[in-house]
């Protein structure tokens, strides 16, 4: 049974390896009060402490996390991260908000569109489903 609730999130990262200081553009598939679930072009060994950066809406945030496993798809890497403190949860916390703005920013493209920019979005989603959004732990 999950500890925290999953938020499907389809949006590019980008991991940094600290100790290589190399970076590379990988698939979020989704992200939680407690870590992220990506896929991957290359193996992440577990224990690896690594730092995601997501831009979304022309603003980034980096969240610290270490990786805690690694399994091999078809093609690639599915891997999980843990957050790393509680500092860090609270930018995930702004983050998965950040993710279902933009989500619904493209469903209201899809569906109705109406093209909204990124902060016409965030007013409507806000009013809408802010208020449904579960609570930190």
């Known amino acids: 049974m ?4 999953r938020h499907p999130a389809q949006i590019p990262i980008e991991i ?4 290589k200081h190399k970076s590379c553009l990988e698939h979020l598939n989704d992200i939680s009060y407690g870590g992220l679930r990506f896929d991957s072009k290359v193996y992440l060994p577990k224990g690896n402490n690594i730092a995601v950066r997501i831009t979304i809406a022309k603003k980034s945030y980096e969240i610290n996390g270490q990786i805690v496993w690694c399994k091999k798809k078809a093609e ?13 949860a609270f ?3 702004m983050v998965e908000q950040v993710c279902h703005i933009e989500e619904y920013r493209q469903q209201v493209l899809q569906d109705e569109g109406r093209e909204l ?11 809408k489903y ?4 579960p609570e930190l732990c």
């Open 16 to 19: 940094v390896r600290e100790f």
């Open 130 to 133: 802010a208020q449904k959004f």
């Open 117 to 127: 920019s990124s902060q016409e979005a965030a007013f409507e989603w806000i009013s």
């Open 2 to 5: 999950r500890k925290y609730i």
């Open 76 to 88: 690639g890497y599915e891997i999980g991260v843990e957050f790393s403190g509680e500092n860090e």
């Open 91 to 93: 930018r995930v916390r």
